[in-house]
């Protein structure tokens, strides 16, 4: 059965840091494209970064560009979101993702798997 579990998200004040892990289980990681995704009421899942399989190539939404920075420990089966200068609009539930491709997608409906997400909450 695979699982993904997210921890680290929290509240914190405008222009803070926080970092986001995902552990693994149940696949083999190694071989799996991970992203994370977030997503606000009302809204569609949003992108904001992925890794392919090896950690060498990365991708990120424009609106996280330069402040966030997504990485992965094969040996710990973890993906981690470090989130730099957090401005309020980047509050919302934060999800990671496996993709069995193994390239990294922008694109949700290409995930396999999904956490069940925490809460990341930036105030003013």
């Known amino acids: 059965q695979v699982q993904l579990v997210e921890s680290g998200g929290g509240l914190v004040q405008a222009g803070g840091s926080l970092r986001l892990s995902c552990a693994a289980s149940?696949?083999?990681?190694?071989?799996?494209?991970m992203g994370w995704f977030r997503q606000t009421p009302g809204k569609e899942r949003e992108f904001v970064a992925a890794?392919?399989?090896?950690?060498?190539?990365?991708y990120y939404a424009d609106s996280v560009k330069g402040r966030f920075t997504i990485s992965r420990d094969n040996a710990k089966k973890t993906v981690y979101l470090q989130m730099n200068s957090l401005k309020p609009e980047d509050t919302a539930v934060y999800y990671c993702?496996?993709?069995?491709?193994?390239?990294?997608?922008?694109?949700?409906?290409?995930?396999?798997?999904w956490g069940q997400g925490t809460q990341v909450t930036v105030s003013a």
């Open positions: 890794l392919n399989w090896s950690g060498r190539f990365a």
């Open positions: 149940g696949l083999t990681f190694s071989t799996y494209a």
């Open positions: 993702a496996a993709d069995s491709k193994g390239d990294g997608s922008s694109l949700s409906w290409k995930y396999n798997y």
